[in-house]
């Protein structure tokens, strides 16, 4: 079993649509939780960063933790043809050195 | 342009051959690392370092990849003898490692890397 599961798509939905990425994990010791938006050919940007259970909102971007249930999630709101890019999760156990990675979901944002 | 810089963008080599990339990480940055990204897949840890030291490789790492840091500044990968399995997106990270502060992660562009 991979450490990080995240559905790889290809989603693809119109305009202004809510978009609502996922990934599940194994390892209960993570702690901090990211989101990378990685558009073609270019390296992975980091969108969101928490470390607690709940929810850490910025601008039209919605982060959400359930340890218990070891799964996060990324909500778009008002999605945006620029929205479309692979939106990789990545965790770590702590503030060591080992980062991983989900396979990464496809967005793609139809005008 | 102060985010890590990786050179070059793209690279095409003739198996056999040994190709060297470049990695120059956010100056303040005490952490680096490189990372190898195949297409419909996240990026897979290779190594990295701390300052100049190197702490730790990917056990999947072959021992025809090297990588250094000489002055705790920029880096670079060198892969001798490629395969066409190695052609792949290159990936080099810098972050600010210090106890009780969140590392984050920050990525250059990568070298794409196609071995024909």
């Known amino acids: 079993q991979k450490e990080v599961e995240q559905d790889p798509g290809p989603l693809s939905v119109p305009e202004g649509a809510i978009v609502s990425l996922n990934c599940t994990y194994s390892?209960?010791?993570?702690?901090?939780f990211m989101w990378y938006r990685q558009y073609s050919r270019k390296g992975p940007e980091l969108l969101m960063y928490t470390y607690s259970s709940g929810n850490k909102e910025d601008g039209r971007f919605t982060a959400q933790v359930d340890k218990s249930s070891k799964y996060i999630s990324l909500f778009i709101r008002d999605s945006q043809p620029s929205d479309s890019a692979t939106y990789l999760c990545a965790m770590t156990l702590n503030t060591g050195n080992q980062f991983y990675f989900g396979t990464g979901t496809s967005l793609t944002v139809i005008p | 342009d102060t985010g890590v810089s990786q050179n070059p963008r793209h690279k095409i080599t003739k198996r056999g051959q040994n190709v060297t990339f470049r990695c120059d990480p956010i100056s303040e940055h005490n952490r680096l690392y490189w990372y190898r990204q195949t297409l419909g897949q996240g990026p897979e840890f290779l190594t990295y370092?701390?300052?100049?030291?190197?702490?730790?490789k990917s056990r999947l790492l072959s021992d025809r990849f090297s990588a250094e840091r000489p002055k705790g500044s920029f880096s670079t990968l060198e892969i001798q003898r490629t395969e066409q399995g190695d052609s792949a997106m290159y990936l080099c990270a810098s972050s600010l490692a210090l106890q009780g502060v969140n590392e984050k992660l920050f990525f250059g562009s990568g070298t794409q890397l196609s071995v024909l």
């Open positions: 390892n209960s010791a993570f702690q901090y």
């Open positions: 370092f701390q300052n100049e030291a190197q702490l730790e």
